[in-house]
């Protein structure tokens, strides 16, 4: 994330997914979903970041995370 937040100056905000119902999705445009295990995100949250998709927000997933 060194490389968005401090090479690009694009301002990065990084998430713990074990956190994930507590966090303000409208804060964001964009998520980047690193290849990961995202299993354990519960299908409330699933919920949330499906509505926030189809609110015209973009995701950006990596490796397995693209598998969610």
């Given at each position: ?58 995701l950006i997933a990596f490796g397995n995370a693209a598998?969610?």
């Amino acid at each position: 994330w060194f490389h968005t937040d401090v090479e690009l100056n694009i301002p990065a905000t990084l998430l713990d997914i074990q956190k994930w119902g507590n966090f303000r999705l409208d804060k964001y445009n964009t998520l980047v979903f690193p290849s990961g295990n995202y299993s354990d995100m519960s299908e409330s949250g699933v919920n949330k970041l499906r509505d926030w998709i189809k609110q015209g927000n973009t995701l950006i997933a990596f490796g397995n995370a693209a598998k969610f």
